[in-house]
């Protein structure tokens, strides 16, 4: 079993719909990192979360500790965000390692 | 964006033969990792390096091997190609900051072993 899972591994919406990802992982982390790839394949980092939650532009990252669980939405799609999203934790123990999650695949048609 | 570069950008190379992938950075950042990225996995860990000289290895490390000999560069090669290497390999780079540290990564590299 993945330390990390994510789901769905696919998703595809319609413009203007509300996305959620939602990231479990099964240790004690001491943060949690969402990750976008775009065709083409760069990887840039969205968040970075330790508790809370955290909100850019359409974006909201949101952890749950006690529940290790974390969800990533996306108000208002755009076919612009069509991307594969990562889910990557820093271990308690792995000091600067992160663990991923094997990503959820978005397609948002126009 | 992070000035991280990573040479070549894409390769094709015969089962046998060494192969050695550049990250280069310009953002003096103390700690780089090696990654692969495969259908079905999440990005896995190569080996990384918390500074010169001082380098580790991650959870799929047989067959490669890496070095750094200047803050700037890091190198992976794989000794002897086979086709199970064939992947898409990522360089990040990041500073030691606690609980705020990033990862940022490099362009990718795509390799094709035949």
């Known amino acids: 079993k993945n330390e990390v899972e994510q789901s769905p591994q696919n998703l595809t919406a319609q413009e203007g719909e509300f996305i959620t990802i939602n990231c479990s992982y099964s240790?004690?982390?001491?943060?949690l990192h969402w990750l976008q790839q775009h065709p083409g394949g760069g990887i840039v980092s969205l968040f970075m979360?330790?508790?809370g939650k955290k909100k850019h532009g359409r974006l909201i990252a949101t952890i749950n500790i006690q529940e290790k669980h974390s969800s990533l939405h996306i108000t208002a799609s755009h076919p612009r965000d069509s991307a594969v999203y990562i889910c990557?934790?820093?271990?308690?123990?792995?000091?600067?390692?992160?663990?991923f999650g094997e990503g959820t695949q978005l397609t948002v048609n126009p | 964006d992070a000035g991280i570069t990573q040479s070549p950008r894409h390769k094709v190379t015969e089962t046998g033969t060494p192969v050695t992938l550049r990250c280069h950075q310009t953002e003096n950042h103390r700690y780089m990792y090696w990654y692969r990225q495969d259908p079905g996995h999440g990005l896995r860990l190569i080996h990384y390096?918390?500074?010169?000289?001082?380098?580790d290895k991650g959870e799929v490390s047989d067959g490669y091997s890496v070095s750094r000999s200047k803050t700037e560069d890091f190198l992976l090669t794989l000794e002897s190609a086979t086709s199970s290497q064939t992947s898409v390999y990522f360089c990040?780079?990041?500073?030691?900051?606690?609980?705020?540290?990033?990862?940022?990564f490099g362009p990718g590299t795509r390799l094709l072993v035949l």
């Open positions: 979360l330790s508790s």
């Open positions: 240790v004690g982390i001491s943060a």
């Open positions: 990040a780079i990041s500073s030691p900051q606690g609980a705020h540290e990033t990862q940022y």
């Open positions: 990557a934790v820093r271990l308690g123990t792995s000091g600067s390692r992160l663990t």
């Open positions: 390096s918390y500074g010169v000289k001082d380098t």
